[in-house]
């Protein structure tokens, strides 16, 4: 017995595809697209380089900002010794 329904109440009588729990025409067969599938690719934002090179690229700021306020922060601390 297939879990998809026809209707209200009754169940689909096509037999479940083999280690699935659906039949073929209620989305038993497909399991996505195949894995290294070129014919997907539309700008490549979620490729694993991509994500890999955004990754380092958010290190490198969150680095250099943290090194910004560093340096605001001993700006304030310094005495003006320019009225002695």
């Known amino acids: 017995m ?5 209707g209200k109440s009754a169940f689909c009588q096509a037999r479940k595809v083999t280690g699935k729990k659906r039949c073929r025409m209620h989305g038993g067969t497909g399991d996505g697209a195949p894995k290294g ?4 690719f539309k700008h490549g934002r979620y490729s694993r380089e991509v994500i890999e090179k955004r990754k380092s690229v ?3 700021k969150r680095e250099f900002m943290e ?3 560093i340096m605001k922060n001993e700006d304030k601390e310094k005495p003006d010794l320019s009225l002695v």
């Open 2 to 6: 297939v879990v998809a329904r026809q």
């Open 37 to 40: 599938n070129k014919n997907a």
């Open 58 to 60: 958010m290190k490198f």
């Open 67 to 69: 090194l910004l306020r």
